[in-house]
């Protein structure tokens, strides 16, 4: 079985943008990336010979694929460059986990990204399959690389607690107590709302309740007084 079968990470084309860039090899240091084998790795160990009479020192790097966690080795003149891979990570709420192992992730834009799987790796699957069953509010990591991305890591960000919206019908919303963000499901998609958008929906109810009672307070006191009047004239 190939490293793309055993491993759950998605390959995409790039066009037009850089995957890797030059750095010498002298300057990289552990925990530091690289690639090796056309393979982004992390350095997990890096150790340096001494310039010998013929020839320039050299660095031998011990690294982890990023996305396969092989072993792999490379010694490289230390003045020479290296290629180093492009690391990004980016979160993204769960929203659902398919019968075939994708998942349905939210953007920042409020779009849905259902193009990864679950990671293979048994410890964070089971946190995620667990935390989704329970219903709660979790946030994955996704790392990519030179095409190539996957979910390695998880974030509880609280239980699901569900806000009702006045102005929208049946739209509810999910409130992430962690990060005060809000999540409105609509029959079209769904639609995020930010916390300050939450602070100033509770602020703008509970100034109408202020002028409401206000208004009955002051019909009350016309009315008492009016009786008064009425009163006094007879």
Known sequence: MSDSEEHQFESKADAGASKTYPQQAGTIRKNGYIVIKNRPCKVVEVSTSKTGKHGHAKCHFVAIDIFTGKKLED???S??????????????QLIDISEDG??????????????LKLPTDETLLGQIKDGFAEGKDLVVSVMSAMGEEQINALKDIGPNVE???LTAGDTTAQKDSGQMSFVA??????????WFDYYFITLGTKLLSVIVRVVLYGILTQGVLASYGSHDEM
């Open 163 to 165: 806000v009702q919206l």
């Open 102 to 115: 994708f998942v349905s992730l939210l953007t920042d834009n409020g779009n849905t990204k259902d193009d």
């Open 79 to 92: 003045s020479h460059n290296c290629d180093v891979p492009h690391v990004n990570r980016t979160e993204y």
């Open 185 to 194: 499901n609509f029959c079209h998609g769904e639609w995020k709302l930010r």
């Open 75 to 77: 010694i490289v003149p």
